[in-house]
């Protein structure tokens, strides 16, 4: 296969942005069909793509002619989508999170278990960012010696519209969850989530921010803060304390301006600029692997036991903070890179 027929379900934001970089800027895959239950995103982003419209989901899974799914629905709906994909035995990109709730993500590991092949990779994109890789590298060469404590901030300008609590957690802190595991190299055994001053600026209902904080089995310490309703920019830090040394996440980087007695530099308010080069190298790694038949990457053992560490952050959450055991499971061979 010289090039990848792709299908996409889901045409909101960042389905727009996949569908636009699938087309125009990565090689060999073409977009050729997409789906949302909003027919008319569905029609604003075909043409943008110059392709074809599928009335549902089951249109684009089920077609000979399309070889690899792309999945940018809303989060309650990845679960099903990924199941029909594996039903078919199609390759499938998802994006984060792979179910809400564990038990959606261990059906899912089942199924594909049962099927034979491995076909999802997870959107955990911040494996790929320039930043966090060159943080692994010095980690992983020793260069601050072992770890020892991980400050994570994760900062949204604005929650958006029907955002819950939950989603604080299953789609907001699920990167941070996903990413430190990878980055220490450390399976998680205990969780914890703090809730305390509410910042004026959340909506009703809503106590931001948020702090989970993760226990590796090895003992390393992390804090992750989640604040949806920052409102001055789109910030992530992250910061490894080792034995002898840190290492920091570098911000993306803007020209130095000094103007009205202030100096300072421009900051993304989203995380589409943010994370644009993440993107486009996690996608065009899964067009390359996907044309040969391979999945690497974020897997669904990597969905899952994120999942499996948010349903336990939320628990803690609501039992007002107590520590809880996480129990993960070993890593089947089956879901070893
Ligand atoms: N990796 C990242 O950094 C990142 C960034 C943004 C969003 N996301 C994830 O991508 C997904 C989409 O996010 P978004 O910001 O584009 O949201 P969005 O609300 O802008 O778009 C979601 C789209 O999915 C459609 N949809 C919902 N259920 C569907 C279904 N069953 N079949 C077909 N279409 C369906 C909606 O009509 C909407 O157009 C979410 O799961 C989100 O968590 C990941
Ligand atoms: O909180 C948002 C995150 O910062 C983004 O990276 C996306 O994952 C988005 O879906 C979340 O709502």
Same mark, same amino acid.
């Given at each position: 296969?010289?090039?990848?027929?792709?299908?996409l379900?889901?045409?909101?934001?960042?389905?727009?942005?996949?569908?636009?970089?699938?087309?125009?800027?990565?090689?060999?895959?073409?977009?050729?069909?997409?789906?949302?239950?909003?027919?008319?995103?569905?029609?604003?982003?075909?043409?943008?793509?110059?392709?074809?419209v599928?009335?549902t989901?089951?249109?684009?899974?089920?077609?000979?002619?399309?070889?690899?799914?792309?999945?940018?629905?809303?989060?309650?709906?990845?679960?099903?989508?990924?199941?029909?994909?594996?039903?078919?035995?199609?390759?499938?990109?998802?994006?984060?999170?792979?179910?809400?709730?564990?038990?959606?993500?261990?059906?899912?590991?089942?199924?594909?278990?049962?099927?034979?092949?491995?076909?999802?990779q997870?959107?955990?994109?911040?494996?790929?960012?320039?930043?966090?890789?060159?943080?692994?590298?010095?980690?992983?060469?020793?260069?601050?010696?072992?770890?020892?404590?991980?400050?994570?901030?994760?900062?949204?300008?604005?929650?958006?519209?029907?955002?819950?609590?939950?989603?604080?957690?299953? $789609?907001?802190?699920?990167?941070?969850?996903?990413? &430190?595991?990878? %980055?220490? /190299?450390?399976? #998680?055994?205990?969780? =914890?989530?703090?809730?305390?001053?509410?910042?004026?600026?959340?909506?009703?209902?809503?106590?931001?921010?948020?702090?989970?904080?993760?226990?590796?089995?090895?003992?390393?310490?992390?804090d992750?803060?989640?604040?949806?309703?920052?409102?001055?920019?789109?910030?992530? $830090?992250?910061?490894v304390?080792?034995?002898?040394? &840190?290492?920091? %996440?570098? /911000?993306?980087? #803007?020209?130095?301006? =000094?103007?009205?007695?202030?100096?300072?530099?421009?900051?993304?308010?989203?995380?589409?600029?943010?994370?644009?080069?993440?993107?486009?190298?996690?996608?065009?790694?899964?067009?390359?692997?996907?044309?040969?038949?391979?999945?690497?990457?974020?897997?669904?053992?990597?969905?899952?036991?994120?999942?499996?560490?948010?349903?336990?952050?939320?628990?803690?959450?609501?039992?007002?903070?107590?520590?809880?055991?996480?129990?993960?499971?070993?890593?089947?061979?089956?879901?070893?890179?």
């Amino acid at each position: 296969m010289n090039e990848l027929r792709v299908g996409l379900i889901g045409c909101g934001a960042i389905g727009k942005d996949h569908a636009l970089r699938i087309q125009n800027k990565l090689q060999r895959a073409r977009i050729v069909a997409v789906t949302d239950v909003v027919r008319e995103s569905a029609e604003k982003v075909a043409q943008l793509c110059d392709c074809t419209v599928r009335d549902t989901a089951t249109e684009i899974i089920a077609d000979p002619e399309i070889d690899a799914v792309v999945v940018t629905a809303w989060d309650p709906a990845h679960k099903e989508l990924v199941l029909e994909c594996i039903e078919h035995q199609k390759f499938v990109f998802c994006e984060k999170p792979l179910a809400t709730e564990a038990k959606g993500a261990e059906e899912i590991i089942r199924t594909e278990m049962q099927g034979g092949n491995r076909l999802v990779q997870v959107g955990f994109m911040r494996r790929y960012d320039k930043g966090y890789r060159q943080m692994k590298e010095i980690i992983d060469g020793g260069g601050i010696g072992a770890p020892l404590l991980v400050h994570c901030a994760h900062r949204n300008v604005a929650s958006g519209k029907g955002v819950t609590e939950d989603f604080m957690i299953t $789609q907001t802190c699920i990167h941070e969850i996903d990413l &430190t595991k990878w %980055l220490v /190299d450390d399976d #998680y055994d205990s969780v =914890r989530c703090l809730v305390g001053r509410t910042s004026k600026e959340a909506p009703d209902g809503l106590r931001d921010p948020q702090m989970a904080l993760i226990r590796t089995k090895s003992g390393i310490c992390i804090d992750v803060e989640i604040f949806l309703n920052a409102r001055f920019g789109y910030d992530i $830090q992250c910061q490894v304390v080792g034995e002898r040394g &840190t290492v920091n %996440l570098p /911000d993306p980087s #803007y020209p130095p301006i =000094r103007t009205e007695a202030m100096k300072g530099t421009q900051l993304c308010t989203d995380w589409s600029i943010r994370f644009i080069e993440a993107y486009d190298v996690e996608l065009q790694e899964w067009i390359d692997n996907t044309i040969q038949g391979i999945t690497a990457g974020p897997n669904s053992w990597d969905g899952y036991i994120a999942a499996l560490t948010a349903d336990l952050l939320i628990k803690s959450r609501d039992e007002g903070g107590a520590e809880i055991k996480l129990n993960t499971p070993e890593r089947p061979v089956f879901y070893q890179n």
